[in-house]
């Protein structure tokens, strides 16, 4: 019933708009109702150890990089295509990033009202994941904390008037065991964040 009503009102108003000439409030209305636009939601659905660390002779090949997989999925609720110009992942200890520089996708276009999946990776640097966790070279059996984080840049923009620019980030506390690529990381992740924004005509 308070839908209908909703509807009734932005009818009404859009009505009211148009009957007298006035093109700003018809604007308003219909930028607040039917093509207002909804950030997309990012989550992250699995990690997994594609490479883990090797060992040799006993000890870590410090030359020999690990990769990890990071499945993520991305919804558009938008009546309009939502265009990813990039999507980057990343991996930190404390404040240490150590991965071989940015993983990155670019140019995705997501349909309206769809859901796509996408696959990335991330390859460790060896050395400054051993230099940041002390005691990894020596118990090959340990844990590792590491944090993920998976950021998205793109546009939702509708009849060239209604446009809006969006950055989602997920930040993700990752437990897993690098030495063996059966063991399966448990992680937990943060909110979405929809950190930049803006509508403009």
């Known amino acids: 019933m308070f839908l209908l009503l909703g509807l009734r009102l932005d009818y009404d108003l859009i009505s009211f708009g148009l009957k007298e000439g006035n093109p700003t409030i018809t604007f308003i209305v219909l930028s607040l109702?039917?093509?207002h636009l909804h950030?997309?939601?990012l989550t992250v659905t699995s990690i997994s150890i594609i490479q883990p660390l090797e060992?040799?002779?006993g000890k870590v090949n410090t030359?020999?990089?690990?990769?990890?997989a990071v499945e993520i999925s991305l919804h558009?609720?938008?009546?309009?295509?939502?265009k990813v110009k990039d999507v980057t992942v990343l991996f930190y200890h404390d404040e240490l990033v150590v991965v071989v520089g940015e993983s990155t996708r670019r140019s995705e276009t997501i349909p309206a009202k769809r859901t796509v999946e996408m696959n990335l990776t991330a390859e460790i640097d060896t050395r400054k994941l051993l230099a940041s966790v002390p005691g990894l070279m020596e118990d090959f059996n340990g844990s590792v904390v590491l944090r993920n984080r998976v950021a998205v840049n793109g546009k939702v923009k509708m009849i060239k008037i209604f446009k809006k620019s969006v950055q989602l980030k997920?930040?993700?506390v990752v437990t897993m065991m690098m030495m063996n690529n059966s063991s399966k990381p448990s992680f937990d992740c943060t909110r979405t964040r929809n950190t930049y924004e803006h509508v403009r005509s």
């Open 33 to 35: 109702t039917v093509f």
């Open 39 to 41: 950030s997309p939601k």
């Open 55 to 57: 060992i040799v002779n």
């Open 63 to 68: 030359t020999q990089n690990a990769t990890l």
């Open 76 to 82: 558009n609720p938008n009546p309009a295509v939502f």
């Open 170 to 172: 997920t930040d993700c």
